[in-house]
């Protein structure tokens, strides 16, 4: 083999492994991933170019204030954008929010997430805002269902009757599937 034909097979495996490596995280989460379900709350989709899709938002992207790391807190602004980790506790079959640091927990299940900002969130139930709460965004704010399902979803979404199932290693979670709350 002469030094072209090298070269010309190493620029088309690069690409490939390139596209192998990026399934690797999602793959083995899902094989090795310990299995949560996460509580929505309501929310009302509008983009209705996209396939049917559920859009979500969960009770754990709204963490109370007193559980957010004072280094967090007095410092804000400063942390807007930066990589949290948000422990979680398993409460009647659900997984809620119990600590947020910016250090990876060394034990227990819990969430990579990117922090937003500091606010007050909307309580749909009794019309009013909450007390402060950190925003947290994980990247599952969407899931595709089969088609002509998606307007029930959507409903039951805006109600905020969805629990989601999700497959979570090492704070990377993958969202595996959505049920409506019993």
């Known amino acids: 083999m ?3 034909t090298k070269l010309l097979i190493l620029a088309c495996l690069v690409p490939i492994l390139i ?11 899902l094989y090795k991933g310990k299995e949560i379900a996460l509580a929505t709350i309501p929310v009302d989709p509008s ?16 963490v109370p204030l007193k559980l957010v790391d004072k280094e967090i807190v007095d410092k804000q602004t400063r942390f807007s954008g930066t990589r949290v980790y948000v422990s979680l506790t398993e409460v009647d079959g659900v997984y809620q929010p119990t600590k947020v640091t910016l250090d990876k927990p060394e034990d227990g299940t819990y969430l990579k997430g990117n ?23 994980y990247s599952l704010d969407k899931y595709f269902v089969e088609d002509n399902t998606g307007l029930q979803w959507e409903n039951a979404s805006m109600e905020g ?9 090492n704070g990377y979670a993958y969202l595996t599937d959505i049920k409506l709350k019993k």
């Open 115 to 137: 922090f937003q900002y500091i606010g007050r969130a909307w309580d749909p139930v009794n019309q009013k805002e909450t007390d402060e709460v950190a925003f947290i965004e």
């Open 19 to 29: 596209l192998i490596g990026m399934t690797v995280t999602p793959l083995y989460t």
């Open 161 to 169: 009757d969805i629990i989601a199932k999700a497959k979570v290693f």
């Open 2 to 4: 002469n030094k072209r």
């Open 47 to 62: 983009d209705p170019f996209r396939g049917d899709y559920v859009s979500l938002r969960f009770e754990a992207e709204e």
